[in-house]
């Protein structure tokens, strides 16, 4: 699972699809985000920033978003993260996983503070739904990121200190191979 908010936990007020919001029936093409305990927005993906402003002139669609970034990730895809207080990387930025992009806010068309969180296809026009990326259910509730084993904690400071590139490779082995866990282990405290 994947939040966007430099938190463990996410609330979702208002899942993709069919929704009814002041009085209209109409599709909505993202996930509405709270972060628990932090206001801070991080990339879901690395790529490349290719919009960050914000649009307030009503006769363009995009002003509904307020302040927003759009990420073209290195997948193809386009990632949309609307209605920031304020936002912390320029266009032609880089971006990696876990970046800080922004601040959640409620500016464009927004009844209060969130994070509309928007995947389009590699045409730009087409929506996914950001389950499919995120790994958070499709319904309004709280998630929390599972709390992470030894065994990936070790990986992911191995792969900070650049001992290893393949964590996933490791992560399958380690547990076949006797005493493979513990020397990972070992390696990661070392170089805590």
């Known amino acids: 699972m994947i939040i966007p908010f430099k938190a463990s936990s996410v609330k979702l007020t208002s899942p993709y699809g069919s929704r009814t ?24 993906v690395g790529g490349k920033v290719v919009a ?4 307030t002139d009503k006769s363009n669609l995009t002003w509904q978003w307020g302040n927003y970034v759009c990420i073209l990730g290195d997948d193809g ?56 990326i995120l790994g958070i259910p499709n319904k309004v509730g709280v998630y929390k990121i599972p709390a ?14 650049g001992v290893i590139k393949t964590p996933d490779y490791w992560r399958k082995t380690a ?13 990661a405290e070392v170089l805590r």
């Open 21 to 44: 919001l002041d009085g209209k029936t109409a599709f909505h093409s993202g996930y509405d985000l709270v972060g628990v305990g932090s206001t801070d927005v991080t990339a879901a």
């Open 77 to 132: 895809r386009y990632y949309y993260y609307c209605h920031l207080a304020s936002r912390s990387v320029s266009k032609g930025d880089t971006v990696k996983v876990g970046d800080k992009l922004g601040v959640m806010g409620s500016t464009g068309y927004s009844f209060g503070a969130h994070l509309h969180f928007e995947v389009r296809e590699k045409d730009g026009r087409t929506t996914a739904s950001p389950e499919t």
């Open 148 to 161: 992470k084993s030894q065994l990936e904690r070790d990986l992911d400071g191995l792969v900070a200190h």
């Open 175 to 187: 547990p076949t191979v006797k005493y493979l866990p513990e020397l990972i282990h070992n390696m």
């Open 52 to 55: 960050s402003r914000i649009i």
